[in-house]
């Protein structure tokens, strides 16, 4: 009210005429009233938005609560598939040193079978050679033993 009398003096004194001083003086003084904020107005509004911070706070540690809960149960199934994925696949491994062992066990009997092929092979060359070598023995008796007939029979005929 104070300032609203200073302001309505101060327009007199600019010989503005009273009427229109009184009007300017009383809608600044409503202005300031219903539109400024005072001191109090603004401890009113420190307690709501400490009020309101508060109110947050406590529904973001709810909701932060919440969605670690939520994180961990995903969590917890996420760990529950990889240790069945992890027992599946180890079975899977085994089965396939299982079938490496297998392989190696065919490799070896086919190595002794074709050890045993070779030596086969090599008493056979060896055979085949020794019967060739008395063939041309017996050959060369029997040509002797020809040449040595037709020999004779050519100097009794002849």
Known sequence: METSLAIYEALIQANVP???????????????TS???????????????EHLSQTMAT???AFEARSDARFEAVDARFDSLEARFESRFQAVDTRFDSLDARFEAIDTQFGAVG???EAFE?????????METRLVV???ALMVALF???GTLLKLLG
């Open 59 to 61: 529904r973001f540690a």
């Open 148 to 150: 040595g007939l037709a």
């Open 138 to 140: 017996k050959l060369g």
């Open 115 to 117: 050890s045993r092929f």
């Open 18 to 32: 009273t009427p229109a001083a009184r009007r300017v003086a009383e809608c600044l003084e409503k202005d300031m």
């Open 35 to 49: 539109n400024l904020a005072t001191k109090n107005d603004f401890l009113l509004l420190r307690q709501d938005i």
């Open 122 to 130: 090599s008493r056979m060359a060896l055979t085949i050679q020794n």
